[in-house]
């Protein structure tokens, strides 16, 4: 039986098998936003940002080497108390894989940041959000509401 692993990996080592679970990610999102008449922009990364960020962090998911499943998380001092926080910037799982592997990861990396000395993680849940409910049980807490407000319609 084969089983998931977790590991950080460099990003621009894992970004060429990871741009195209990237592009359904940003699809995914893209409908749904759609269907509630949010209209944004195609998928265009700024990967040389992110390779060249030391700060960032590339979780993936794999099952027999394939990545099913990464996150980007940030890990920054907060503006106003300069407290280290993770920030989500990506996390995303192939709609194949949800199947209980998202709660593990995200426990993953929370231990992850929590060893590196954060305080908090912030996450804001814009794919699925239903992932909210998941992100409850392993003890987030709703602590703001994400607004957007498109000014080029």
Same mark, same amino acid.
């Given at each position: 039986?084969? +089983? ?14 990871? +741009?195209?679970?990237? %592009? ?11 269907? +509630? ?6 998928? #265009?990364?700024? =990967? ?19 990545? =099913? ?11 106003? #108390? ?33 060893? %590196?000395?954060?305080? %908090? ?15 409850? %049980? ?16």
């Amino acid at each position: 039986m084969s +089983e998931y692993s977790i590991a950080i990996e460099p990003f621009k080592e894992a970004w060429p098998e990871l +741009e195209p679970l990237c %592009r359904e990610h940003y699809g995914e999102m893209q409908r749904r936003m759609a269907s +509630e008449g949010m209209t944004i922009g195609d998928f #265009n990364p700024r =990967v040389n940002v992110y390779g060249a960020a030391p700060h960032l962090l590339c979780f993936v998911v794999r099952i027999d080497g394939e990545a =099913v499943g990464y996150a980007f998380i940030w890990v920054t001092q907060d503006m106003h #108390n300069s407290e280290l926080i993770g920030s989500e910037d990506t996390i995303y799982m192939r709609p194949d894989h949800r199947n209980g592997i998202g709660r593990r990861f995200t426990k993953h990396i929370l231990a992850e940041l929590k060893a %590196r000395g954060c305080q %908090r993680a912030h996450v804001t849940i814009a794919t699925d959000l239903r992932v909210a409910k998941m992100c409850e %049980r392993v003890g987030f807490k709703r602590s703001a509401i994400a607004m957007t407000y498109f000014l080029q319609e």
